[in-house]
Structures are given as structure tokens and as C-alpha cells.
């Protein structure tokens, strides 16, 4: 089936895969919310339609929101599709599960760029400008007995994301793991990478985690 992937749009990759994993391995009810933040292409938005859940995708970038509805229409599902800063444009919706693929990666910048499509993956200086605001924001709007599927790199630390989501209420816990070689993007940091202690002498893989945090019934 044909999928969307152009320029300037974040490609599904490896922590894509590992999360659509984690989707699959999780019950869902026919009808469920479902709300993906940072859709890119929409492939995990996608992948929750088909089966049968109520999907809104958001994301900052006009060309991957747009990308999103034309993959949904190939793919013959329905995809609610909005453009905003992470859960600013649904500022009312509850949902049975949340999934984000959000950036993560540590980065010299202080802040994530304001545009372009290195958004989709700078994470600030220790990796979590992001992952935090998810922290904070993402378990208030879970139904009871909802769940946040996240994807991060181990170098943006795993247990600040647990601690968070486990003092917002949830239960938290990492459920999926894979190392891959690194991309781009950290073969051009290294040297700062261990500069900061993220990275040890001969490291030459990074950890991807997905996190399952649940909200009791």
C-alpha cells in the first residue's frame, strides 16, 4: 500500500517501529480515543484507525498534518488531524490511549528549533525539553484505566520519565527495548555526547525504550 513519506517530514524509523510494536501488543476497545502527538507521516495514527479506534493526530508541522490526512485516506481510515504545540489543540479531549514518538535527542541547542524539520528530533540540552512537558500534561488527560505509550532514547534518561509519570498518578513501567547503530544525527555529536557523560569511550549504540504508564481505574 502506498505511504506517504516526503521530504521534510519525520520518517518512520526504528523508535517508530518499536512503538507501533507496543501498540499492537495493547488491547483496545473497538471506538477507543486514541491521540497521537507528533504524528509525522501519521503511521502510528494509522495504525490505530484500522483498528476501529477514534484517532486525532497532532502535529506542529503543517506539512506532516497534511501528510497525515493524505496517508489516512490511502490507507481508507479516518484520522482527526490538527496542528499545534503537543496537546494545546485538543485542550479538552480524554482518551483511552496516547501514543508519542516525541524529540528526544540531547542536543547543544538550548530549545528546540522554532521551524524547520529538526524539530522533530532536538530535545534540548539533556534531551527532555519535551518529554517533560509530556510528563506533566499527558496523564490529566487519560480516561480511567488509560495509557501513554512513549518512545525515548535511553540517553535522555529513562527514570526522570518514570518518576514523572509516576508521581502524575500512573503506573509506569519500560516495556519495550531495542539498541540500533546511531543515526545521523548523533554520529555528528559524539564528541560532545561524551564530553556531557551521555556517551562512554567505544559506545556505538543507542538504547530505545517505550514506556507504558497506566491510569487506575
Not at 509525522?40 to 484507525?49: I, K, N, P, W, Y
Not at 486525532?56 to 499545534?84: E, F, H, P, Y
Not at 505509550?149 to 502524575?168: E, K, M, Y
Request: aromatic fraction near 4%; proline fraction near 9%.
Amino acid at each position: 500500500m502506498l505511504f506517504l513519506r516526503p521530504p521534510g517530514v519525520y520518517a518512520p524509523q526504528d523508535d517508530t517501529s518499536l512503538l507501533a510494536a507496543a501498540l499492537r501488543a495493547e488491547p483496545m476497545a473497538p471506538g477507543a480515543r486514541v491521540l497521537d502527538i507528533g504524528t509525522g507521516t501519521g503511521a502510528l495514527a494509522v495504525a490505530a484507525a484500522r483498528r476501529g479506534a477514534r484517532v486525532t493526530a497532532v502535529d506542529a508541522s503543517l506539512r506532516a498534518v497534511i501528510t497525515c490526512r493524505i496517508n489516512a485516506r490511502l490507507s481508507a481510515v479516518t484520522v482527526r488531524t490538527r496542528r499545534g504545540d503537543l496537546l494545546r489543540p485538543v485542550p479538552d479531549g480524554r482518551y483511552d490511549l496516547i501514543l508519542s514518538n516525541p524529540p528526544y535527542v540531547p542536543s547543544p541547542l538550548a530549545g528546540p528549533p522554532r521551524r524547520g524539520r529538526a524539530r522533530a528530533w532536538e530535545g534540548g540540552h539533556d534531551g527532555r525539553y519535551v518529554l517533560d512537558r509530556i510528563c506533566a500534561d499527558a496523564p490529566a488527560r487519560l480516561r480511567p484505566g488509560g495509557v501513554l505509550l512513549l518512545v525515548q532514547s535511553a540517553l535522555s534518561g529513562i527514570s526522570p520519565t518514570l518518576d514523572a509519570l509516576v508521581r502524575a498518578g500512573l503506573d509506569a513501567e519500560v516495556t519495550e527495548r531495542r539498541f540500533v547503530p546511531f543515526g545521523p544525527r548523533l554520529r555528528e555529536r559524539v564528541a560532545w555526547l561524551r564530553e556531557r557523560g551521555l556517551l562512554l569511550p567505544g559506545e556505538d549504540k543507542e538504547e530505545l525504550v517505550v514506556i507504558r504508564a497506566e491510569r487506575a481505574l
